[in-house]
């Protein structure tokens, strides 16, 4: 299983970032992918997840109307739409797959928000 995220970066409070993460090494389009983020000396923290069709969606409720979760099971990619970016939406950004009890990970991607 691989999973590698890419498009965070430094954005302006207000703007706009697109997350993705291109997944191998299993069928993508059987589970259900999630993102997830963490702040330095924090827990990490599911912030949506989307299920294998794409049907059913779920947001944290700090970004529900901000940010959306898509996928394309054709392109074995799952990605996070963020608008209005806020302070607060700065952290590591990682996609997540859980097959089973076990949890398989990206290498994340730094999202930071700031003037």
């Known amino acids: 299983v691989q999973l590698v995220e890419s498009g965070g970066g430094l954005v302006q409070p207000g703007g706009s970032l697109r997350l993705s993460c291109a997944a191998s090494?299993?069928?993508?389009?059987?589970?259900?992918m999630s993102w997830w983020r963490q702040a330095p000396g924090k827990e990490r923290e599911l912030v949506a997840a989307?299920?294998?069709?794409?049907?059913?969606?779920y947001y944290l409720d700090s970004v529900k109307g901000r940010f959306t979760i898509s996928r394309d099971n054709a392109k074995n990619t799952v990605y996070l739409q963020m608008n209005s970016l806020k302070p607060e939406d700065t952290d590591v950004y990682y996609c997540?797959?859980?097959?089973?009890?076990?949890?398989?990970w990206g290498q994340g991607t730094q999202v930071t928000v700031s003037s």
């Open positions: 989307i299920t294998s069709a794409g049907g059913i969606t």
């Open positions: 997540r797959l859980q097959v089973g009890t076990v949890a398989y």
């Open positions: 090494g299993f069928t993508f389009s059987s589970y259900v």
